[in-house]
C-alpha cells in the first residue's frame, strides 16, 4: 500500500542529529512542470526538532500555501499527518485528524484506528488520509501484437518484456500522475483478449467522478473500479446474532447514480444483493441495505457499488454473523430394552448430535437424569461433525422415557445464543407392548414412532407402532441434488442474487434430478413443487420473465415430476393435493413466461406454445384468437382434486391452460376436447375451470356444445380447463314409481283382459274374423302379462343371482311374442280391407299365427342367446338391469329385440294408416251422406282402439334411442311420454278392446243377466214344487 513512498532522513545532504523533542511527518503535494500537462507526485517528510519550536514551527507551515522549487515544480498542500514524542529508543506516536495509521504499522504493531501507537525509533510512523482513494483498472492495449510478450509470464526476465513493461507504465502514468494526490501505479498482471493488463492506482486523497472520467477518456477500452470515494457503515463491534437486524449504510461523496448491493461469502462466491425475505433496499439521502431475522447466508463481505459512465465506485466491510447449527439427534438404541431386568439390568446407550461443519467453535454441553455420561470426541465426516456421549439406562427405576439434551452455544454471540435439542428415549419394559423388529426397524414401543437416517440423501424415514403393528413407512428423504437446489433457490429467497443470472444452469439441474431412477418419491415430489412456487413468487418479486432459453429445462422438469402418479399420494394421508399448488404454479409461470415465437416446447407430460390460431395438446385443442400461451399437461387429471358438481363427475384427459399475451382476460376461448368421443349415453359433460378463489372445479362461465357437439366447449374468461363426464347417466324423476304403477295397473288389466275374453267366448265368437281378433286379442294379453310379471320380478337384480339371466330370457322372449302377436292381429285387418269377399281360412290363420306368434320369437331368442356367447352376463344380458345389452349403434343384443320390434311397429303403423284412408274415402254410395265430423270421429276412434293393440306406441321408444336425456326439454318429454303410454299398455287394451267394445259390454251384460235369471228360474221352481207336494 505504502509502495512508491518515499521516507528523506537526509536534507540537502546533511543527517539529522535525534535528540529529545518532537518528530512531525508531512505529506507534501509536489505539481511536476511536463512538457504535455502537469504531472502530481506526493511526498511524505520527517522533521525532528525540539519541544521549544514545535508552536512556531506548525504556525509557520500552517500560513505557508507552497514552495516554488526551481520553476520545475510547486510542492502545496503541506500537511501535518503523524505526531511522534521521542523517548529513548522508541517513539510514542498518534495520527492526527482525519487520518489513520497504515497497513503496514496495523500489520507490525496492531495500532487501530484513534490509538497511540509506540514505534521503533528508526521506523518510519505513517499515518495516511482516511479518504484516500484506490483505483483498481483494466486497459486492453489496441496494439496487440506488439505487447504480445507481456502474456507470457516466463518472458519476465528478458530485456523486451522488461521494455514492453516500461512502455505500458509509463503510459499508464501520463494519465493517472495528472490526478491530484497520485502515488504510485502498480502492474497487477496481463491476460488474453488481445492484450489486457490490470494495474492498481493509489491516491493519498480524494478525487471527484469528474476527474477520474477526464483520465479515463483518452484510456480506450478501459474499465475503473474505486474504492473509498464511497463510505460503508457496518456493526463491527461484534458479531450480529442469527435472527437479528442490521442496517448497512453507504454514503457517495458525491450523486454517482443508483447502488447495487453485493454479497462475497465465505466460499468466496460473489451475489448480487436484491428485495428479499431477509433484506430490504432503500434510498433517501443515504443509501441502506436492511438485513431482517439475518440467517448465516450473510456472513461475508458486504460491497455497495455505483456506477457512472465507464467506472464503478465501490466500498467494502466484512459482516460477521455467530452462527448457531441445524442439529439432527438420535439414539442408539432408539428403544433400550429392559423387557427382562433380571437378564439385563442396565443397557449402554450411545447418543450423538450431528451438525454440518461451518467454522464456529461451538461449546456443546449434555443435560440428562441419566448416571455415568461420558463424552466421547468430536468426529467429523465429509461435511458433518459429530457429537456423541454415553449413559447407562438402570432397568430397575421402570422409566418409561429419558431424556438427554445437546446443548450448542456460540460464546462468539453478544447474547451467548444457544441452540439445543432434547432426544426422548422410551424404554421398553416388562409390560410394555412394542412392535416387533421388521427389517432395518428395531423393536419399537407402542405409540411411538422409530426413525433412521436416509441413504445417499437429506431427511429421515420413520414409521410408527401402534400397539403391536407397525404403520406405514413415511419417508422425508429427499435426493441430495434436489436438496441442493432447494438450499440454492432459499438464497434467492432471501435477496442474494437474481434468479435470472443462474435460471439457465437451475433448470438444467433441476431436470436431471427429476429424471433421476431415485427420484419418484413424495418427498421428492414435494421438494420439486416447492422449487417451482420459490422460483415463480422470486421471478415475479424480481419482475423476471422466464424465456426460450430456459423453457425447453423448464417443460422437461415440469414433465418429469408426473411420470408417476402414484408418488403423488402423501403417505401420511393419502392425499394428492399437492397437486393444487403445482397447477397453480404453472399457471403463475406461464403469465410470466416470454414466447418469443410459437415454437412448441414439449416433452412427455407436458406442453407449452405460444397459440396464434388452432393449436392441439394431448388429444385436446384450443382456439382463442391471437395471442394465448397454452400449457397442456397429461395425467394430472388424475392427482386433481374431484369437482364438486351436482352430478358426480370424474376428469379422464388432459387439462389446459389458457393465458393471454398481455395477461389481460380473454373474453372466449374454444376448447375441444377427444375424450369426450367416449361420452356414454344419457351423461353430462361439465366444461370446467380451476377456480383459484375456490380452490375447486367451477363450470361457471364455461358452456358444453351438447350432444351435436360434445367435444366443445367455449368459456368467457382464461384459466386452466378440462372436461370431465357425469359418472352417473341422467335420471328422470319418478320415472321407477311411474314405470311399476304402471305396470302394476296393467297386469291387472290384461287379466281382467283374459277373464273376460274367457267369459265372453261363446258369445262374442260367431264367425271366424271374430275368432281370429279374439285369439290375438288372448296371446297378446297373456304374452304381455308374462312379460310385464318378468319385468316387475327383475326390479331388484342385485338379488336375483343366476336369475336375472332366466328372467332376460322371458322378457325377451315375451315381449317379441306380444309384437309378433300384433303382427298377426295386422294381417288379419288388412286382409280383411284388402281382400273384402276373400275370407282368410283357418288353417291358414291358426298356421301363420302359430308360426309368428311363437315360432320365431323362440327362434330369434335363441340364436341371440347362442350368437352372444350362449347368454354371458354383460354380453347378452346386463346383471345391472337383467335386459339386453346396449354398446352403441348397432352394437350389443338390444338390437335383437329393436330391430324385429321396429320392423313390426313400422307394419303395424302402415296397417293403421290403410285403415284410416279407408275411412277417410268413402264408397259411392256413402259419399254424400257421410259428415265430415263422423269421419273425424272414426279417425279418432280407430287410432285410440288400434293403437295399444298394435303396439303403435312403441313408437316413441325409437325416438327415446335417438334422443339423449342431456338434451332437455324433449328428451324428457319423449321418455315420460313413452313410459306412461307403455307401462300402461294393458290398461289401454282393457279400456279400448274389452270395456269400449259394444259386442264385449253386451255378452257381459248378457251373461251376468243371464246368470241372475238363470238363478231366478231355479228358486221359482222349487218353490212351485214344494208348494205341489204341500198341496197333495
Not at 483518452?218 to 463491534?237: C, K
Not at 357437439?709 to 335420471?731: G, Q, R, W, Y
Amino acid at each position: 500500500m505504502l509502495s512508491g513512498f518515499t521516507s528523506q532522513r537526509e536534507i540537502d545532504g546533511t543527517k539529522m542529529k535525534l535528540s529529545k523533542g518532537i518528530i512531525l511527518i508531512f505529506l507534501a503535494l509536489i505539481f511536476k512542470v511536463a512538457v504535455a500537462e502537469n504531472s502530481t507526485k506526493v511526498y511524505l517528510l520527517e522533521l525532528e526538532f525540539e519541544n521549544l519550536v514545535y508552536n512556531h514551527f506548525t504556525d509557520h507551515l500552517g500560513k505557508l500555501k507552497q514552495i516554488d522549487v526551481n520553476r520545475t515544480a510547486i510542492v502545496t498542500e503541506i500537511t501535518s499527518t503523524t505526531d511522534c514524542t521521542l523517548n529513548k529508543s522508541q517513539k510514542n506516536c498518534s495520527c492526527m485528524t482525519n487520518y489513520t495509521w497504515s497497513e503496514d504499522i496495523f500489520k507490525k504493531y496492531a495500532c487501530c484506528k484513534g490509538e497511540n501507537c509506540m514505534i521503533k525509533e528508526y521506523d518510519t510512523a505513517v499515518c495516511l488520509y482516511e479518504k484516500r482513494v484506490s483505483i483498481n483498472g483494466t486497459t486492453t492495449l489496441t496494439n496487440g501484437t506488439y505487447y504480445d510478450i507481456l502474456r507470457d509470464s516466463n518472458k519476465k526476465q528478458e530485456d523486451e518484456y522488461t521494455e514492453k513493461e516500461k512502455q505500458v507504465i509509463t503510459m499508464l502514468k501520463t494519465h493517472f500522475s495528472t490526478l491530484k494526490y497520485f502515488d504510485s501505479l502498480i502492474i497487477n498482471g496481463y491476460r488474453y483478449g488481445s492484450v489486457i493488463v490490470d494495474y492498481t492506482v493509489q491516491l493519498l486523497g480524494s478525487v471527484t467522478s469528474e476527474e477520474l472520467e477526464k483520465v479515463t477518456g483518452p484510456l480506450n477500452n478501459s474499465e475503473l473500479t474505486t474504492t473509498g470515494l464511497v463510505t460503508i457503515l457496518v456493526p463491527q463491534e461484534k458479531p450480529i446474532d442469527i435472527g437479528s437486524s442490521a442496517n448497512i449504510n453507504c454514503t457517495p461523496s458525491e450523486p454517482l447514480g443508483h447502488v447495487q448491493w453485493y454479497l462475497t461469502n465465505v466460499k468466496n462466491k460473489t451475489t448480487e444483493i436484491t428485495e428479499g425475505n431477509e433484506a430490504q433496499l432503500t434510498s433517501n439521502r443515504m443509501d441502506i441495505l436492511n438485513l431482517m431475522d439475518i440467517s448465516g447466508s450473510w456472513k461475508g463481505t458486504i460491497t455497495c457499488m455505483y456506477t457512472k459512465g465507464s467506472i464503478k465506485h465501490t466500498a467494502s466491510k466484512q459482516l460477521d454473523v455467530a452462527l448457531l447449527p441445524e442439529i439432527q439427534a438420535m439414539s442408539n438404541p432408539q428403544f433400550p430394552n429392559c423387557k427382562d431386568p433380571k437378564k439385563t439390568p442396565t443397557v449402554k446407550i450411545e447418543i450423538e448430535c450431528s451438525i454440518i461443519d461451518n467454522n464456529e467453535n461451538y461449546s456443546v454441553t449434555w443435560n440428562t437424569n441419566l448416571p455415568g455420561l461420558s463424552k466421547k470426541d468430536p468426529e467429523i465426516q465429509d461435511n458433518r461433525i459429530s457429537y456423541k456421549a454415553e449413559a447407562t439406562i438402570v432397568c430397575a427405576n421402570k422409566e418409561e422415557t429419558v431424556d438427554v439434551n445437546c446443548t450448542f452455544t456460540n460464546y462468539r454471540s453478544p447474547s451467548n445464543k444457544t441452540r439445543m435439542n432434547n432426544v426422548q428415549i422410551p424404554i421398553i419394559l416388562p409390560l410394555s407392548t412394542y412392535c416387533q423388529g421388521e427389517d432395518v426397524w428395531p423393536n419399537t414401543k407402542s405409540n411411538y414412532t422409530a426413525s433412521m437416517n436416509c441413504m445417499k440423501a437429506v431427511g429421515l424415514k420413520t414409521r410408527a407402532c401402534n400397539g403391536i403393528k407397525w404403520g406405514q413407512e413415511i419417508s422425508s428423504c429427499v435426493d441430495e441434488d434436489l436438496h441442493g437446489i432447494q438450499t440454492d433457490i432459499e438464497e434467492f429467497n432471501k435477496g442474494i442474487g437474481f434468479i435470472k443470472d443462474d435460471a439457465k444452469g437451475i433448470f438444467a439441474r433441476l431436470k436431471g434430478s427429476t429424471a433421476s431412477d431415485t427420484f419418484n418419491a413424495y418427498a421428492n415430489i414435494n421438494a420439486s413443487v416447492n422449487i417451482f412456487d420459490l422460483m415463480n413468487n422470486i421471478s415475479q418479486r424480481q419482475l423476471n420473465f422466464w424465456n426460450d432459453t430456459v423453457l425447453p429445462d423448464l417443460v422437461s422438469s415440469l414433465s418429469n415430476v408426473l411420470n408417476d402418479i402414484k408418488a403423488w399420494n402423501n403417505p401420511e394421508n393419502n392425499k394428492t393435493n399437492l397437486s393444487v399448488i403445482y397447477l397453480q404454479t404453472i399457471e403463475k409461470m406461464v403469465v410470466i413466461t416470454n414466447l418469443s415465437s410459437d415454437v412448441l416446447h414439449e416433452s412427455d407430460n407436458v406442453k407449452l406454445q405460444l397459440c396464434n390460431g388452432n393449436c392441439s395438446f394431448f388429444g385436446a385443442s384450443v382456439d382463442a384468437g391471437n395471442g394465448v400461451k397454452v400449457v397442456g399437461l397429461r395425467n394430472i387429471h388424475q392427482i386433481l382434486p374431484q369437482p364438486e358438481l351436482q352430478e358426480n363427475a370424474t376428469s379422464e384427459t388432459t387439462i389446459l391452460s389458457v393465458t393471454a399475451v398481455n395477461n389481460t382476460n380473454l373474453t372466449q376461448v374454444v376448447l375441444k376436447f377427444e375424450y369426450s368421443k367416449n361420452r356414454l349415453p344419457n351423461h353430462y359433460m361439465y366444461c370446467v375451470f380451476w377456480d383459484e378463489n375456490k380452490t375447486e372445479w367451477s363450470d361457471e362461465g364455461c358452456k358444453w356444445g351438447g350432444v351435436n357437439d360434445p367435444e366443445l366447449c367455449t368459456c368467457d374468461h382464461n384459466s386452466a380447463f378440462t372436461i370431465l363426464m357425469a359418472k352417473n347417466e341422467v335420471t328422470l324423476p319418478y320415472m321407477e314409481e311411474l314405470t311399476y304403477i304402471g305396470l302394476g295397473i296393467s297386469i291387472i288389466s290384461l287379466v281382467l283382459c283374459l277373464i273376460i275374453e274367457i267369459l265372453i267366448w261363446d258369445t262374442v265368437v260367431k264367425s271366424d274374423i271374430s275368432n281370429f281378433r279374439h285369439v290375438a286379442m288372448f296371446n297378446i294379453c297373456l304374452c304381455l302379462l308374462i312379460a310385464h310379471c318378468g319385468f316387475l320380478a327383475s326390479a331388484n337384480p342385485k338379488i336375483l343371482g343366476n336369475w336375472c339371466s332366466i328372467l332376460t330370457v322371458v322378457k325377451h322372449l315375451f315381449f317379441l311374442a306380444v309384437f309378433f302377436w300384433m303382427l298377426c292381429l295386422s294381417f288379419v285387418i288388412l286382409h280383411q280391407i284388402i281382400f273384402v269377399f276373400d275370407h282368410l281360412r283357418k288353417k291358414v290363420f291358426w298356421g301363420l299365427s302359430i308360426t309368428l306368434g311363437y315360432v320365431c320369437p323362440i327362434l330369434c331368442v335363441a340364436v341371440t342367446f347362442i350368437a352372444f356367447e350362449n347368454g354371458k352376463a354383460e354380453v347378452y344380458y346386463s346383471t345391472k338391469t337383467c335386459w339386453l345389452v346396449y354398446k352403441g349403434t348397432l352394437k350389443g343384443s338390444l338390437y335383437a329385440f329393436i330391430l324385429p320390434v321396429g320392423t313390426i311397429v313400422f307394419i303395424n303403423l302402415f296397417t293403421l294408416v290403410v285403415v284410416i284412408m279407408k275411412i277417410v274415402t268413402p264408397t259411392v254410395s256413402e259419399a254424400k251422406a257421410r259428415d265430415e265430423k263422423d269421419v273425424a270421429k272414426s279417425m279418432i276412434k280407430t287410432i285410440v282402439f288400434l293403437s295399444p293393440v298394435l303396439g303403435i306406441t312403441w313408437i316413441f321408444g325409437f325416438f327415446i334411442m335417438d334422443l339423449d336425456l342431456t338434451e332437455t326439454p324433449w328428451a324428457q318429454i319423449v321418455n315420460y311420454t313413452f313410459t306412461v303410454l307403455n307401462s300402461l299398455q294393458g290398461f289401454f287394451i282393457l279400456l279400448t278392446n274389452c270395456v269400449g267394445e259394444k259386442k264385449v259390454r253386451d255378452a257381459l251384460r248378457k251373461r251376468f243377466r243371464g246368470s241372475k235369471q238363470s238363478a231366478h228360474s231355479k228358486s221359482e221352481s222349487s218353490t212351485k214344487a214344494t208348494y205341489s207336494v204341500k198341496n197333495k
